[in-house]
């Protein structure tokens, strides 16, 4: 059997490791932007090739997969299902894991998403309006603000998947209100304006969505679109430096297990969040008509008003989400992937270890994520043997094998080590051993969060997770689960939820 796989991160990397491990023994082919070294070897090592080409180009992906005579394809990131990549592979009858173009809207527009959300009644939504620029987000904020108390607190996100650059959460309301706190929101509101104005496959650019405050977790699923089949919970740590300081990345380390739930999520929550999946698996299969079959994912939060709620949704594995996951399925690979092409996954016991929790530690270059340009272009040294020997594994990221055999940094993140033990700590501890394994020959400075994995941030969030619970059960017990009763002078209590209906069935704009 012949498979290729698209796309060059470490999510790749690791999905090619389970390939490489599976007892089908396939020839491994891969298309990616970069050379990534981790990709390479194993397509040399499983009579394939690893090829760079645009991920994104139907025409590039297609004459590959041809030459190749490639049995299946599987897609690791968003931008191939985004751009129609799985439609063109299987116009040509070839078998491809990944959610196509239609179905993978509920990642590409975080609009349209929640207003599937309301549309279906689902549960773990939150209140929203679309706008479509900043400056018609603005004006409604400033004019409504008093009338519509949820508006005091909110979050405005680029409304396309945009790689995790953009979202910002604005905590005072008083910056709509004070004229000399205008100019902060004017510049967020021109950068967020500039950021969307290259994507032209999205109506609405600006999503306006309530503030929820919870523990964050990822759930990521395989479908064939009649079963959704959930994996262990991983949760992904977003801000660049320790204890959530610092920007927002693309994900600077993961934690998993040492079972399917993490240990400040309940298997309840566990179930919930899965039903949360399936209802929006359901509903997009029912708005398109169209079948779903690869990866799914819910990034959650665990909030006061709803309990599990989707922050947003993955049409793909997590980066790094996917390396914990991977690295506690006991299922061959393949046989989840056959079972999906042939819609039998209802059939498919899929298997975890329960023994292991696993730590993922992201290494990026200093610079990354702001300035891209100076953390790019840098010699790397790995001392592989060192990281075996200290139990760990590296899966590559965003690096370029040259062909003098040198590894150049790509300027975004770097790689990422994973480490496994009976609980979390230790296993970040054996991380934190091996981390002088990875250095850059010319002196220029890595950085990674020694926090991952450790008794105290595990703590941080096992406090979050014992605020939110009581008061989501306590509105479950009552039956106010998910309604947000609003206070307005001199007009009392009111319900923002039929503003919502207005939205998706969206008559009136003001
Ligand atoms: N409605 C919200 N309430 C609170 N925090 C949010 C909200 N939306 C996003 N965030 C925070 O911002 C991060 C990034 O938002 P997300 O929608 O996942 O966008 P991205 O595409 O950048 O990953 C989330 O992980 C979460 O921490
Ligand atoms: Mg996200």
């Not at 959610?99 to 939504?125: F, H, M």
């Not at 004006?139 to 005091?152: A, F, G, M």
């Not at 292991?356 to 790019?376: F, I, Q, S």
């Amino acid at each position: 059997m012949r498979i290729m796989g698209i796309g060059g991160g470490a999510r790749e990397h690791a999905i090619a490791w389970k390939l490489g491990l599976s007892d089908h023994k396939p020839e491994i082919f891969w298309i990616a932007e970069n050379r990534n070294p981790g990709i390479h070897k194993i397509c040399r090592d499983n009579q394939g090739e690893l090829r760079t080409g645009r991920t994104t180009d139907a025409k590039t992906i297609v004459r590959s997969a041809r030459g190749w005579g490639i049995d299946m394809v599987v897609v690791g990131p968003e931008e191939p299902g985004f751009h129609g990549i799985p439609d063109a592979l299987e116009k040509e009858g070839i078998h491809c894991i990944g959610a196509t173009q239609e179905l993978s809207v509920i990642e590409r527009s975080k609009a349209d998403l929640r207003r599937l959300q309301w549309e279906n009644n689902l549960p773990g939504k939150l209140l929203f309006r679309t706008f479509k620029n900043a400056r018609e987000a603005s004006d409604y904020i400033r004019k409504n603000i008093e009338s519509q108390p949820w508006l005091q607190n909110i979050v405005i996100k680029p409304a396309r998947q945009s790689g995790g650059k953009g979202v910002k959460l604005i905590e005072d309301r008083q910056v709509y209100l004070h004229d000399e706190k205008e100019r902060f929101k004017e510049a967020y509101f021109d950068s967020l304006q500039a950021s969307m104005a290259a994507y032209s496959d999205i109506e609405d650019k600006i999503l306006v969505e309530e503030k929820a405050w919870g523990p964050e977790y990822s759930l990521q699923c395989f479908t064939d679109g009649k079963t959704v089949l959930g994996t262990p919970l991983v949760q992904d740590n977003k801000s660049a430096h320790e204890f959530d300081s610092g920007p927002e990345t693309g994900g600077m380390g993961s934690i998993s297990g040492p079972d399917m739930t993490l240990p400040f999520i309940t298997r309840e929550e566990y179930d919930k969040s899965l039903k949360i999946v399936e209802g929006i698996v359901e509903s997009i299969q029912k708005k398109t008509g169209k079948s779903y079959h690869g990866m799914v994912g819910g990034q959650m939060m665990l909030t006061e008003n709803e309990g599990p709620t989707v922050i947003e949704m993955y049409s793909r594995l997590g980066d790094p989400e996917a390396l914990n996951m991977l690295a506690m399925l006991k299922t061959d690979i393949i046989d989840i992937f056959q079972a999906i092409v042939e819609r039998q996954l209802s059939k498919l016991k899929l298997e975890f270890t329960s023994e292991d929790a696993v730590v993922v530690k992201v290494v990026a270059p200093n610079g990354y994520p702001e300035k891209r340009d100076k953390a790019k272009g840098h010699p790397v040294q790995v001392l592989e043997t060192n990281i075996k020997r200290n139990g760990c594994y590296l899966f590559w990221g965003n690096a370029d094998l040259h062909e003098d055999g040198q590894v150049i940094t790509g300027g975004s993140r770097l790689l990422a080590l994973m480490g496994t033990d009976h609980t979390l700590p230790p296993a970040s501890a054996r991380i934190e051993k091996t981390m002088s394994s990875v250095q850059l020959a010319d002196g220029w400075g890595l950085y990674h969060r020694s926090d991952i994995g450790s008794q105290q941030l595990l703590a941080k969030r096992q406090d979050v997770a014992e605020r939110v619970r009581p008061l989501y059960t306590y509105r479950e017990e009552h039956g106010i689960l998910g309604s947000r009763m609003g206070w307005v002078p001199r007009v009392g209590r009111i319900d923002p939820s039929h503003l919502m209906l207005q939205e998706t069935h969206g008559p009136e704009k003001a």
